[in-house]
Each structure stands twice: as C-alpha cells, then as structure tokens.
C-alpha cells in the first residue's frame, strides 16, 4: 500500500527533513494482524519515551489514530513509523517552528523460515561494537550506523542474527533482537542504560514472565553468562522469540522454559 | 536556488532512502565563492574517505564533477552534499543493487557576527558527551544526534559554539567546530580515532602549520591542557577560525598564532 507522510498518501518527503540530515528522529516497527497493530500499547510508549528524552513535541494521540487507520488498510503485514523533527533551515538547532514529520511505510510480513522458530538459529558473533551513549540508550532512533555495519559483516544465511557487545566486552543484543539468557530457571537480559534498543516484545516478555512467578534479572551480560546459561534465544516484535542453537564454540538445547516464553509471543502475534 | 537529487532539480526524495531509516550515509558542508568550491580536494578526500570505510560504492568523479557544476550556479554561499547509501527494502542489509544517492542544497553564507572572528567568543559547557565509536570516529556521517543534544542545552546566545567532551572526559571539539589549544608556541588538537568529526579546515591548518615550521601535536586533550593553553581557538571550513575568550571559569587572550593562523583560514575563504 502507498506511505502516508502526516496522514495522506506521499511516496517523498523534503531534502530538509532532519531525519536525513541527522537521523534526528524515532522508529517503530509494528507487527499487523487482521487490521490491528499488535504490542500496540507498548511500542506507544516507548515511542512517547523516545519523544520526550528527545524533545519532540510529537501529537502522541494523532499518532495513534494515524497508526490504527493505517494498520486497518494494511491489514496484514509490517507497519513502520518514521517520525522525525521536522524540517531545518541548517545548523543543529531546530527551526523554532519545526513540525514533526510522521511517516508511514507498510509491507508483507518478513518471510522468515519456520526453522528459525522451530529448531532454532546460530548467531554470528559481530566485531562491530555498540559504543556507550546513555542518553540515547533504550530509543529506537534513527541513528543506525552500528547495525548497519554490523549487518554487512555476514553474508552467510547460516546465521539469522548478529549477536553485539558493546565497546567495553559487555553482552547486549542483537542487530535486530533483543537477547535473553535462562539459567537455572530464572530469565536474564542485558541492561540498556548505556547502549542497546529496549525491544518492545522483550519488556512484553519480562511483564509475562514476572506475572507467571518466573524470575528475571536485568544486568549486565558477560561471555562468562553465555558459557553457563542452559537456555538462550532472541526475541523481537515481528519473529517473536527464536531459540538459539550456537554462537561462537557454545551451544544450547532448546529448552522448556524458552518454548514456554515462544508460546506466549506466538499468542501475542498470532491474534 | 533549487535542490538537486543525483544532478536532477528535485526537492523531495522518496521515504526509502537509508539516509532518512538509519542515518546510513555521509555529508559535507563546502563554502562557496565566486562559483568556486573551497577546501574542495579536503572535502573530496574526506567524502571518499567516508565511502571507504561505510562501503559506500559512489562514483567519486561524478560526484566531484557535480559539486563542481552545483558550485558555478550556486556563486556564492554555501553547498552541502548529502550523501546516501540509496534505497532499502525492509532491514539493515542493504539491497544488493542500492544505487548511492546524491543530495545537494545550497544556501545563503551563515551572517555569524563579525565580533566571532574579531573578538573572539565563549563556549558553553555542554553536558551531552560524545560516545566513542572507533569505526565512525572522524567521519561525517549522518548520525548526528549527539549533536543535536548538545545544541539544545544552551540558547543564551552569549555563546557561540558548545565543547564537547567524550565518555571518558577528553576535550574532544565544539559542535560544529574543532577545537585547537597553543601551548608555548606548539599547535594541539585532539586525536579523533575514537569520536569526532576529521574538519577539513583542521587538516589544512595543521598542514599548514607544520609547513610554516610550527609544531603540531594531535593526541589527547585533558581539562588541565585548557587550563595551561596560552591561545585557544576553533576552526571551521565555513566561518574560518575564531579565537575562544571563555569556556567554564577559564579566559584566554586572543594571541598572536591564533592571528596567523586565522589570516590563514581567511586566505582560503577569501578567493
């Protein structure tokens, strides 16, 4: 279907958007089911996070108008929002009038292969580091350089995903996944107060999984962690979770407690 | 005058160019006078510099020959390329046949008041650090949030330009300047393998200092390099050099190698 730039259908937008010229905006990526926005709520929130730790004056409610309209046309499939701050005469100051600009791009759902969920997926261990920027940290902005180079480092479709440390060693995440850890029963993820993107299915998980009387921890992840963990998988908005099978010399079984949180996102997904 | 999109009149450019989704490409802010390009195999040699390391497969002599044709018609002012690793489907991954994109605007000489140069100015004290990122450090890319943050803190237009330090607390440049320190007679600005931006007005000062005889040292910047600096200034390729009075509790005079260095700068600016 075409895009929508501020509620109208527009396949363009201004050479002096903010968003090309610093990736001076937020994105969202959100899973569509029958014509409804799944995770809604929470990729909302994390948008109106975003919005307030950059300063965009953003229409939070007319944003969610616009995205439930468009979820419904879309039907099935993969919405994104692109919103940025607007237009800039130049310099890095905002235009005391900027606009935010809000953009709307819809696609087919990703065909991944069933395999990815059903036995599981070997993660490429990337050299491209995260570098440590807690005021940015958690936001799915549009400065994307590190995925971007970090994605170009393999080729092989061995590899579904890319596993990231940051520039201090520290596991974090997936170019596109967040990364949990199980060990002896209790749920563990990297803390994202310096750097990583704070996956809206991976707070999902963490409420679940707390509700259902499972442990969780939120710290900081090292190799040591990997090499002991019983379980480990990936989880993300659109694939939901997908065990992982290998990284590096280690492996994993996929285990009870890593079917049992893929079944949970399976229902969030499959509405 | 009009914008141009790979050497076409154009003022928009489509929702998915990779610039505007990740930030993925690369800029370059040129003065122009007289229809010429200045600094122009500095900014050419940074721009392929930039393609190298991001992978960016973009025809340098069109590009240059662009740049070149843009400039004639611009006549006076200043040009900024942006560009592009072109278009994405969905995802980090670039589409194998993306096609660079070339985004060039002109603008009117930024009026900054004579009293910058003459004078000299103050620096705020920015708060916003500068992560470090080995594989971007020197780079003008387009993920410029950082500076975008930086920018923000202050308005009290008593300061012209901000300094930013790293994570780890190094001197590293302003936001849109780099920073050099005199220090008995010897010229000293900051390594930026780890952050910043490589100015193409730094390169030439400091080749052209050191053609003149007088020292140069790029390394490590601490507060206690400030507090023992007998000249302070920054550099631009735009506005040239301004000698820095003020930053934080410190004053500095303005000093005769700040003098020669900036009748230097002018000479490059002034064709």
Not at 25 to 40: C, D, H, N, R, Y
Not at 71 to 82: N, S, T
Request: net charge negative; charged share 20%; hydrophobic share 45%.
């Amino acid at each position: 279907m075409p895009s929508w730039i501020n509620g109208l259908p527009a396949e363009t937008l201004p050479v002096t958007d903010r968003g090309l010229a610093y990736g001076d905006g937020l994105f969202e990526t959100i899973a569509v089911k029958a014509g409804q926005p799944l995770l809604f709520e929470r990729h909302l929130q994390r948008l109106a996070t975003g919005c307030s730790r950059l300063a965009i004056a953003a229409d939070q409610s007319l944003i969610r108008s616009e995205l439930l309209a468009f979820a419904a046309q879309l039907g099935d499939g993969v919405m994104k929002l692109i919103l940025t701050r607007g237009d800039s005469l130049r310099g890095y100051a905002p235009a005391p009038m900027a606009e935010p600009r809000r953009i709307l791009q819809g696609s087919a759902a990703p065909a991944y292969p069933p395999a990815h969920a059903e036995q599981g997926v070997y993660l490429f261990q990337c050299l491209t580091r995260l570098s440590e920027q807690p005021l940015l940290a958690g936001l799915k902005h549009l400065n994307r350089l590190e995925q971007v180079l970090a994605r170009s480092e393999w080729q092989d479709s061995a590899y579904a995903e890319g596993l990231m440390c940051d520039t201090s060693g520290r596991i974090i995440e997936g170019v596109y996944s967040n990364v949990f850890l199980i060990k002896e029963g209790v749920l563990l993820t990297a803390d994202l107060s310096r750097c990583g993107v704070a996956g809206v299915m991976r707070a999902e998980l963490l409420a679940q999984a707390r509700m259902l009387g499972i442990g969780t921890e939120v710290r900081d992840i090292q190799w040591l962690d990997l090499e002991q963990a019983d379980e480990v998988f990936l989880s993300n908005s659109v694939y939901g979770v997908w065990p992982v099978r290998g990284f590096a010399q280690l492996n994993w079984p996929v285990g009870p407690l890593t079917r049992k949180l893929q079944d949970i996102a399976r229902a969030l997904l499959d509405v």
